[in-house]
């Protein structure tokens, strides 16, 4: 069932995701080579907890991170540790803010010093399908029409679209319905109407989508090594179109 928001409580929504869109500002300059992913990981949770708002994912089903760390062939739930970010790694940077109650979530990739063509490449193309898929994001449409503008671009520049993890519905709890598929068909699936708030969060790998989990049961890694990255967006859907609940005002 969609649960439909109402504009207070997407203001509610919007309140978190400006701390969150504050912690991504922060990890722009944090990412660099030398620093260790679990040195991010208490970053995070240190600048939540300083301005009263709590790092969900932490104790979520279980998982024991206030971020998702995801470095070069991870596709996501990585596990923040001891791993020393390296020049030419790229790190996805997944977490979900709740201030009174209320969630925020967005995940960036981020380039660690000097990275490949293919590797900024690829980056600069998931963010690019996922705006692709955030315009399709308006009342009328149907959630086919999102899947099918990001899977058409991704796959036109020779990546895949993971198919395991999907986009969802969010409000007071971290996964609301609708599903929201990266791939799909126009015309096809629900439609969009006023109200609803979900996020659009391609996961995109420089080869195939296949994918394995690691033995802690969570971590998600391309099956082939190939590099993956990921850019997630929270969006409420409003008569003038999609507001990005998370927007981090300059990209
Ligand atoms: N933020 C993730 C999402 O986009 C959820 C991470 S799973 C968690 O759905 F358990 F780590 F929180
Ligand atoms: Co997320």
């Known amino acids: 069932m969609v649960v439909i928001k109402t504009e207070e409580e997407i203001q509610k929504m919007i309140a978190a995701g400006k701390v969150l869109s504050g912690v991504h500002h922060e990890l722009r300059n944090k990412i660099k080579p030398g620093i ?7 970053f995070v949770e240190e600048y939540l907890t300083e301005r009263g708002a709590y790092p969900e994912q932490k104790g ?3 998982y024991p991170y206030s971020i998702c760390a995801s470095v070069n062939d991870e596709i996501c739930h990585g596990f923040p540790g001891e791993y020393v970010l390296k020049d ?12 009174d109650g209320w969630l925020a979530d967005s ?27 955030i315009e399709q994001a308006k009342i009328g449409n149907r959630l086919g029409d999102i899947g099918h503008a990001i899977q058409s671009f991704a796959e036109s520049k020779g990546y895949s679209v993971v198919r395991d993890f999907v986009g969802h519905g969010i409000g007071k709890n971290m996964h609301e319905d609708p599903q929201v598929m990266h791939f799909g068909k126009p015309g096809r699936g629900l439609r969009i109407v006023e109200g609803m708030v979900f996020t659009i969060e391609p996961m995109i790998n420089m080869g195939e989508y296949e994918l394995t989990i690691d033995d802690n049961g969570w971590t998600a890694r391309t099956k082939d090594g190939s ?11 409003t008569k003038d179109g999609p507001v990005i609940i998370t927007d981090q005002g300059d990209c």
């Open 227 to 237: 590099l993956s990255a990921q850019y997630e967006h929270q969006l409420a859907i």
């Open 60 to 62: 979520y089903e279980g």
């Open 36 to 42: 260790k992913t679990i040195e991010l990981d208490r």
């Open 88 to 99: 030419g790694d790229i790190i996805t940077v997944d977490m979900v803010v709740n201030v």
């Open 107 to 133: 995940a960036w990739s981020y380039e660690v010093g000097e990275v490949s063509k293919e590797a900024h490449d690829l980056l600069e193309n998931t963010k690019k399908a996922m705006y692709l898929g």
